[in-house]
């Protein structure tokens, strides 16, 4: 008999953790709703229990090797969400809208996902219980969000309110990955460069100072200190390139391995200059767009900040959403806490308030969101405006420094010659 891992949400909103022992997903599920649980997440245990009670560690099945990492986009998961919408909307049977879409998907992964959805649909599982299967490609957003709409009726029209969370959420991803192209781009034509001069015309230039100037002739300060950092980076290469890597790989562990170097990273991310606004504001408008849509499908509010926390993005704003949670499990209003944590805007804190206050928070939500859309359209603009000005100047001042100081020992002569 499988073991099954689960993680739920008791009546008062509070957490809890532990083991099934049932035939399938499908039951282990029932069993939370029996229990008074709302299950979040139900995933199979990597050990099962034999016929005398002991536990048994499951073989994995080898994959077969491949190049090719299987993925789904964030856009073709909004079309496919999208073109669900509009066939259940349209009147057909949700079985029936699944296996059109199952057929017409160019992406091959997301064809079998969108099978598999469709036999355990035609097994008797709901469609939420089916897309729990699939945790890398539906997150607890999607799942929770199906989940409403399909106890309240209403799923083609949580689907349109899904796909255009989606379509939005991608437009901001887009504008902010255009914008920060151009500096990663001067960075690494900066890089080519430097290092081009460092390893292979900077060496030539020492040689050529030696026969112009003679053996006991001094060069300037800074053209011996370029020199012997081109002669360093020359003569230890692997070495310089293993330190970049090494730097590198040891920075990703950090941020992503441990708590406290992602917490600093992602705040440091909400101050840097140029850059700190952006992030902001798009964590803001992520935070209220994701609440208002989960809200307004008819999501639990206690729910909702529990998923909205996790997929805040940013650890400093997830903790700042973890104290509002808290302050709502124990009868409070949202608006105080989210006062107190310091990012979030005054005028976005009164709009909650009157929101609550009026019973309109899913569409206060949701327009304060738009108006941060906005924000981040205007604040992409000015860091790309602010940017391209110190790039320019920033590449300048390294290649200019470097034919600076190849270009003092040929002064130096010529103020000798003049001399004499």
């Known amino acids: 008999m499988p073991l099954f891992n689960y993680v739920a949400l008791d009546k008062k909103g509070k957490s809890k953790e532990g083991t099934l022992e049932v035939a399938n997903q499908q039951e282990a599920m029932a069993r939370l709703k029996e229990m008074g649980f709302y299950p979040t997440e139900v995933v199979e245990s990597k050990a099962t229990v034999d016929k005398d009670g002991k536990k048994v560690a499951i073989k994995k099945k080898k994959e077969p090797f491949s190049l090719v990492i299987p993925s789904v986009s964030t856009k073709e998961l909004a079309t496919f969400t999208r073109q669900l919408a509009t066939l259940v909307d349209a009147g057909l049977p949700l079985l029936r809208g699944m296996q059109v879409l199952a057929k017409q998907q160019k992406n091959p992964y997301l064809k079998i996902i969108v099978k598999g959805v469709t036999e355990s649909i035609e097994g008797g599982s709901t469609f939420s219980e089916a897309l729990y299967k699939f945790p890398k490609i539906f997150d607890k957003l999607y ?21 255009e969370f989606m379509e939005k959420a991608q437009q901001i991803k887009g504008k902010v990955k255009a914008a920060m192209f151009y500096p990663v781009a001067v960075i690494i034509v900066a ?7 460092m390893v292979y015309v900077i060496p030539k230039f020492e040689q050529v100072f030696v026969d112009m ?31 970049v890597v090494g730097f590198y790989i040891a920075f990703k562990l950090i ?40 809200v307004a499908s008819g999501v639990p509010i206690l729910q909702a900040l529990n998923i909205v926390k996790e997929t805040a993005g940013n650890m400093v704003v997830s903790r ?3 104290a509002v949670y808290s302050a709502v499990k124990e009868g409070e209003t949202i608006t105080k806490p989210l006062e107190g944590s310091g990012i979030f805007p005054p005028m976005v804190i009164s709009m909650v ?9 899913p569409e206060m939500l949701i327009r304060i969101a738009n108006v941060y859309d906005e924000e981040v359209d205007n604040a992409v603009s000015a860091m790309t405006a602010l940017l391209e000005p110190i790039m320019i100047v920033f590449l300048g001042v390294i290649v200019g420094s470097i034919v ?17």
């Open 404 to 420: 600076i100081a190849m270009f003092l020992p040929l002064i130096v002569m010529m103020d000798k010659l003049g001399k004499n």
């Open 213 to 243: 100037l003679g053996e006991g002739e001094k060069l300037p300060d800074f053209t011996r200190l370029v020199l012997g950092i081109s002669r360093a980076i020359k003569d230890n290469i692997l070495i310089t390139i293993g330190s």
């Open 143 to 163: 799942i929770n969000m199906v989940k409403a709409g399909e106890l309240g009726g209403v799923l083609e029209v949580t689907l349109n309110r899904l796909s």
């Open 320 to 322: 700042a959403i973890d």
């Open 255 to 294: 941020i992503n391995k441990t708590v406290w170097g992602r917490y600093a990273w992602d705040k440091f991310l909400l101050v840097v200059p140029a850059l700190g606004p952006v992030i902001s504001k798009v964590c803001i408008s992520r935070f209220c767009r994701t609440l208002g849509t989960l």
């Open 191 to 197: 890089t080519v460069i430097v290092g081009v001069l």
């Open 353 to 361: 308030d009157v929101g609550e206050q009026t019973g309109a928070l």
